[in-house]
């Protein structure tokens, strides 16, 4: 049995259900159901033993420890965070909240269950920690992609808390030989992805004739990971990974923002072609991101090299089924797009 944290978002959600259509191992998942939470993602997992739910908090130590106790994981993988950059410049405190102390206390009930553990378990125990590429700032347009060795220098208040759970994973490995793994990645896209980060929100945007907002100049640039080769890769860390060490993911797909939504914009022209016009004519520039990050790129030779991971999607084959998925999923955009989806537009967009 496993026990993920945060599996009823985007990521996670899609991590559960990879895992269960590859394995019978059952996995109890702890998630708090915050506005990012949706048990709509989990759907066609309602009837099935294999899994468990459990609506939580990280930081409620009593419950993570009962439900260590209980089910006896032999892996945490921990997926739960505030995850949105735009929120953490509105509201830094949640990100500290869930982030950093979440993470502290989750590592706690972790540290005292795992250390009660009979031998063989304990050293057959991993904690896998899930973060993102974010945490090494920002590159310039000839610097050499983020590696493993890259020095920290998050910019936002969300890569600042990332940052600080990474580092206290790091210190739970040194220091008490809890056997860890860290997994920092790239812009991740595909279904389930909540339409307040850009892929998603200029797919839905420009279907319901909307403006689609491109944050300054739209040059800046991101390494886009379909979510299933994400949810490969970690299952491949779990496996094999090295204890204590950390390994970069990515996709070797750096993209500028304003390509990324021209793509999106010529794909759907194609397959679903709106009267008179292109999409391409409902982008509209709009104030840019305090603190900004020009751009970032990933060197995923190490998880190449150790553990033989590579992509299977290129950006051109994951962002078409992207596209077709939400055409094919209206009514989950339109149950997401409840009363708090639409203050969070309101006070971002105005
Ligand atoms: P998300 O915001 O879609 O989902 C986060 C999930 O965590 C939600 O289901 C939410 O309800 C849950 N959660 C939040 N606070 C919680 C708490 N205190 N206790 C329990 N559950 C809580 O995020 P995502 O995009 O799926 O990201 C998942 C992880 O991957 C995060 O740690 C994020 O930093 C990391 N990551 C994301 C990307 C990306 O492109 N989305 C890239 C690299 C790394
Ligand atoms: P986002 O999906 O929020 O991911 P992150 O900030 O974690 O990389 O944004 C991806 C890029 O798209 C980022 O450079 C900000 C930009 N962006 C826009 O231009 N317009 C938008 O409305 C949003 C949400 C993001």
Redesign the pocket.
């Known amino acids: 049995m496993i026990l993920v944290?945060?599996g009823?978002?985007?990521?996670?959600a899609n991590f559960v259900l990879d895992w269960l259509a590859q394995s019978d191992e059952p996995v109890i998942n702890?998630?708090?159901?915050?506005y990012?939470?949706n048990l709509n993602n989990l759907a066609s997992l309602r009837d099935d033993p294999r899994h468990i739910f459990v609506k939580g908090?990280?930081?409620d130590s009593a419950l993570v420890a009962s439900l260590l106790a209980t089910h006896q994981p032999r892996a945490v993988l921990h997926?739960?965070?505030?995850?949105?950059v735009d929120r953490s410049i509105h509201g830094p405190a949640a990100f500290i909240e869930?982030n950093v102390n979440?993470t502290f206390a989750l590592l706690e009930a972790v540290r005292a269950y795992w250390s009660g553990l009979p031998e063989a378990d304990k050293t057959a125990f991993r904690f896998l920690h899930?973060?993102?590429d974010e945490v090494y700032g920002t590159l310039g347009p000839d610097d050499a992609p983020f590696t493993e060795t890259t020095a920290y220098a998050p910019n936002s208040p969300y890569s600042a808390s990332?940052a600080a759970s990474d580092h206290l994973v790091r210190a739970y490995h040194h220091t008490y030989g809890l056997p860890t793994l860290t997994t920092n990645?790239?812009?991740?896209y595909g279904p389930y992805h909540?339409p307040e980060k850009l892929i998603p929100l200029i797919i839905t945007n420009a279907r319901a004739g909307k403006a689609l907002p491109v944050y300054g100049d739209g040059q800046q640039v991101r390494d886009w990971l379909y979510v299933s080769d994400h949810c490969a890769a970690i299952r491949r860390v779990l496996s094999a990974g090295r204890l204590g060490e950390t390994y970069n993911i990515g996709g070797w797909n750096e993209m500028a923002n304003l390509d990324v939504v021209n793509t999106l914009c010529d794909i759907l022209d194609q397959i679903d072609p709106k009267a008179g016009g292109s999409y391409r004519e409902q982008i509209t520039y709009v104030a840019d991101r305090p603190g900004h990050d020009r751009r970032y790129a990933i060197d995923a030779r190490k998880i190449e090299r150790e553990l033989g991971w590579t992509p299977a999607e290129t950006f051109e084959t994951g962002i078409r089924k992207t596209v077709q998925w939400y055409l094919d999923h209206q009514e989950w955009v339109r149950d997401v797009q409840s009363g708090d989806y639409l203050k969070w537009v309101e006070k971002q967009y105005g």
């Open positions: 944290t945060g009823a978002g985007f990521i996670g702890l998630d708090k159901l915050t990012a939470g908090d990280i930081a997926f739960a965070a505030e995850s949105h869930t979440g899930v973060s993102t990332k990645c790239s812009n991740n909540f």
